[in-house]
């Protein structure tokens, strides 16, 4: 079946139908990984957005369940040069094609995603329509592009109520996935397989995970590092969280404009004015930033992709990075007396984390606990242990 991308510009790109059967207005914009697929389609970072795969071939591989970043897929939409229809790898569990399907992902395939790639970071990111309808008209579809906007997709990725991961030490082998498993975020998370235990440095301590649209590995890399993690809806009033007395807080990734987050930029304002430590990630940076006055704004075509050099500016190290973000801390209108920039991007120069004056809170844009992707800077998950455990104070 034929399927058109549509862009709000009017560019068309024509090819092939892939997964679900609809029609869908998103955000459209590119991931350079070549490898990872599964995670970009499970990582609620995409929610309000579709996804173009630079990568010429995607589903070679297959579906493997345990590498899923969350229950279930988040991008609207999923674009691709070549969809591989027969996988070959052992541990799959079906191909690509079938979990588009089966998660209402609609997708085109066949289209020139160089051009396109182009075509986003020479004007930028836009909003586009892919469609199965050949009787498609212009004039009515470009006015409903230009008015699409992602809105407050953080409450749609979040989790609905709080629950606890224990320890990776106290879990035993799981079995596969339940069913509840496949449609409740909480069961999966609970039912995941366990990580290799990386240190037992964390034992006794208990992390706050705001959960902002967070992928699975957030709360893997501190329970494998003994840590036991209670995952917190990101509505939920920072008096309960204080109340619950973590040892430290954490402030995931999540999709969309952090300006739409007002009422949780308040509520994390409160979590600054504490004592407790705070590591945050991607969005959680972005939100804790503006709860301390700074500003963000949105990059051309952003950050997306698995190769991202950043220099840590405390030792000069540079690390290769995963990343998953459209916008950035303005490091023009940040006070230094509240917080001063702790890693930049090697190619742009744009800000990458910031350590807290004075306070036991750093934050970074890129994302540590990267699955898939480099885990070079995994180290932080260590230094935020640290700091929880009083060895590492104002980082």
């Known amino acids: 079946m034929k399927a058109f991308l549509i862009l709000e510009d009017g560019t068309v790109f024509e090819g092939t139908h892939i997964g679900a059967s609809k029609e869908i207005i998103s955000e459209i914009v590119f991931n350079t990984s070549m490898a990872g697929y599964l995670e970009i389609l499970t990582d609620p970072s995409y929610a309000g957005q579709a996804v173009c795969m630079t990568y010429p071939l995607i589903g070679n591989y297959g579906i493997c369940r345990d590498d899923m970043e969350s229950f279930k897929s988040w991008p609207d939409g999923f674009i691709v040069r070549e969809l591989s229809r027969v996988p070959s790898n052992f541990r799959s569990d079906m191909t690509i094609q079938q979990f588009l399907d089966e998660n209402g992902v609609p997708g085109i395939a066949g289209i020139d995603t160089r051009a396109l790639t182009r075509i986003l970071r020479e004007k930028g990111t836009m909003n586009g329509m892919i469609t199965t309808n050949e009787d498609y008209c212009l004039e009515d579809i470009l006015p409903r592009l230009m008015k699409y906007t992602t809105g407050k997709v953080v409450e749609k990725a979040t989790c609905p109520t709080k629950y606890t991961i224990a320890p990776t030490i106290a879990l035993e082998q799981n079995g596969p996935l339940s069913g509840a498993a496949r449609f409740d975020r909480a069961a999966y998370e609970r039912e995941k397989r366990p990580a290799l235990v990386k240190s037992l440095n964390g034992i006794g301590l208990k992390v706050a995970l705001l959960d902002l649209g967070a992928k699975s590995n957030i709360s893997r890399s501190l329970s494998e590092r003994g840590c036991e993690v209670t995952v917190y809806s990101a509505l939920t009033p920072a008096s309960e969280i204080i109340a619950d007395a973590p040892d430290g807080i954490m402030l995931s990734n999540g999709p969309g404009d952090p300006k739409e987050c007002a009422s949780v930029i308040a509520e994390i304002k409160k979590l600054y004015d504490t004592e407790i430590p705070i590591f945050a990630i991607c969005l959680g940076h972005q939100l804790m930033a503006l709860a301390t006055g700074a500003d963000t704004y949105k990059m051309k075509y952003g950050h997306r992709g698995g190769n991202h050099p950043v220099k840590d500016l405390s030792t000069g190290r540079v690390y290769i990075s995963s990343q998953n973000h459209g916008y950035v801390v303005d490091t023009d209108k940040l006070d230094p007396s509240v917080a001063v920039p702790a890693f930049v ?26 699955c898939s992707g480099p885990q070079d800077s995994g180290y932080l998950f260590d230094r935020f242990i640290d700091m929880m455990k009083g060895e590492n104070e104002n980082a």
Do not use: C
Not at 354 to 368: A, D, E, W
């Open 345 to 370: 991007n090697v190619n742009d120069g744009t800000n990458e984390g910031l350590s807290y004056t004075g306070k036991n809170i750093f934050t970074v844009q890129f994302h540590p606990e990267a």
